[in-house]
């Protein structure tokens, strides 16, 4: 099943306000070297076909020409956003714990920035049509562990400190949310979803979660902060308990 294109299944990377107004010049500058790319291979596109005599070789291949355009476009938002990524990882490394949601603060600061980075590079991963190159391919690109033979590009799933085994479904409309923010606290804490492990539709699982091998979480469930689900079993519920 696929979601509806509203539901686009872009990972969840929220930005405060003051931060985004103030730093708005990194993800335009970012948007528009995404494009040099692009840019580029249209113009030697043109060159090369829009002869005379090769008229109707340039119009037969412009539908092959946007679809090249399409995955140009993703990689180089991908590559971009990655360079800024390294750098901001220099200047501070990103880490686990609870922080306070004030912008002096450097890890939230920084963590923010790296979502303005990530954003544009993930919205138009959501955003092209084809099956190919999807959330996964991009969340691995930026640090995510996502195992084999998983399938969960239809669910919403956090950048950073995320941890997926192979064989893992994730179900249409599921979040994974490794922070969560609390009044005048902002935390961070890495998700564990171990092999094997099947997590229905809308479900939520909260920051420091661990899912072990085989568990099976029931669709509308969610975890708590900090809840770990025992190898081999079967959870349901707001929030999940041991089915018995």
């Given at each position: 099943?696929?979601?509806?294109?509203?539901?686009?299944?872009?990972?969840?990377?929220?930005?405060?306000?003051?931060?985004?107004?103030?730093?708005?010049?990194?993800?335009?500058?970012?948007?528009?070297?995404?494009?040099?790319?692009?840019?580029?291979?249209?113009?030697?596109?043109?060159?090369?076909?829009?002869?005379?005599?090769?008229?109707?070789?340039f119009?037969?291949?412009?539908?092959?020409?946007?679809?090249?355009?399409?995955?140009?476009?993703?990689?180089?938002?991908?590559?971009?956003?990655?360079?800024?990524?390294?750098?901001?990882?220099?200047?501070h490394?990103?880490?686990?714990?609870?922080?306070?949601?004030?912008?002096?603060?450097?890890?939230?600061l920084?963590?923010?920035?790296?979502?303005?980075?990530?954003?544009?590079?993930?919205?138009?991963?959501?955003?092209?049509?084809?099956?190919?190159?999807?959330?996964?391919?991009?969340?691995?690109?930026?640090?995510?562990?996502?195992?084999?033979?998983?399938?969960?590009?239809?669910?919403?799933?956090?950048?950073?400190?995320?941890?997926?085994?192979?064989?893992?479904?994730?179900?249409?409309?599921?979040?994974?949310?490794?922070?969560?923010?609390?009044?005048?606290?902002?935390?961070?804490?890495?998700i564990?979803?171990?092999?094997?492990?099947?997590?229905?539709?809308?479900?939520?699982?909260?920051?420091?979660?661990?899912?072990?091998?085989?568990?099976?979480?029931?669709?509308?469930s969610?975890?708590?902060?900090?809840?770990?689900?025992?190898?081999?079993?079967?959870?349901?519920?707001?929030?999940?308990?041991?089915?018995?």
């Open positions: 099943m696929f979601q509806p294109a509203s539901l686009k299944g872009i990972s969840p990377c929220p930005i405060d306000e003051r931060i985004r107004k103030r730093f708005l010049i990194l993800y335009i500058l970012i948007i528009l070297l995404s494009f040099i790319p692009c840019s580029l291979f249209e113009y030697f596109y043109i060159i090369y076909f829009w002869e005379e005599g090769s008229y109707w070789l119009f037969l291949l412009l539908p092959i020409n946007i679809l090249i355009l399409a995955y140009i476009l993703q990689l180089s938002a991908i590559l971009f956003s990655f360079l800024f990524l390294t750098i901001l990882r220099l200047l490394e990103p880490k686990e714990g609870k922080f306070n949601r004030n912008i002096k603060d450097k890890d939230y920084y963590w923010n920035l790296r979502n303005l980075v990530k954003k544009w590079p993930l919205f138009i991963t959501a955003s092209i049509p084809f099956p190919w190159l999807k959330n996964r391919f991009t969340l691995r690109f930026f640090g995510t562990k996502i195992g084999k033979k998983c399938i969960c590009d239809n669910s919403w799933i956090s950048s950073e400190f995320v941890s997926i085994g192979r064989n893992v479904i994730i179900g249409m409309g599921t979040t994974i949310l490794s922070f969560g923010i609390e009044q005048d606290n902002f935390i961070l804490q890495k564990i979803i171990e092999d094997n492990v099947l997590i229905g539709a809308k479900c939520s699982v909260m920051y420091g979660s661990t899912i072990k091998e085989g568990v099976k979480l029931s669709a509308h969610f975890t708590n902060p900090y809840q770990v689900l025992e190898k081999d079993s079967i959870y349901i519920g707001h929030p999940a308990k041991l089915k018995s």
